[in-house]
C-alpha cells in the first residue's frame, strides 16, 4: 500500500497519519512487520530502509529518518511516500 506523509517535519519526521503497520496473525510463524519491509522516497528519491526507523503510535505511523546517512535534512515541503505493509 502507498502511504504519504501529511506532516513532514524537519529535520527528519515524516507523519502518515491514520496509519499502522499490518501485522502477521497471532501465532504466525512470520515475522513482525519492520521498516524493511517498506519503500520509501523523499521527493522520488528512493531512501534506503535502513535510514528509516518506524514507530507506531496514537494511530499514525511516524518514519524517523536518519539525515546524516541521508546527506541532507528533511524540510516541510518535501513529499515523503512509503510504500509497505499498511493496513
Not at 510463524?29 to 530502509?49: E, H, M
Amino acid at each position: 500500500v502507498l502511504k504519504t506523509a501529511g506532516t513532514v517535519t524537519a529535520p527528519n519526521i515524516a507523519i502518515f497519519s491514520g496509519a499502522s503497520l499490518l501485522q502477521p496473525p497471532v501465532g504466525s510463524t512470520l515475522p513482525p512487520t519492520s521498516n524493511d519491509n517498506f519503500t520509501f522516497f523523499v521527493n522520488g528519491v528512493n531512501v534506503a530502509s535502513s535510514l528509516v526507523t518506524l514507530i507506531e503510535a496514537g494511530g499514525n505511523v511516524t518514519a524517523v529518518f536518519n539525515t546524516s546517512g541521508m546527506g541532507y535534512a528533511l524540510v516541510g515541503t518535501d513529499e515523503v511516500i512509503a510504500v509497505g505493509k499498511f493496513q
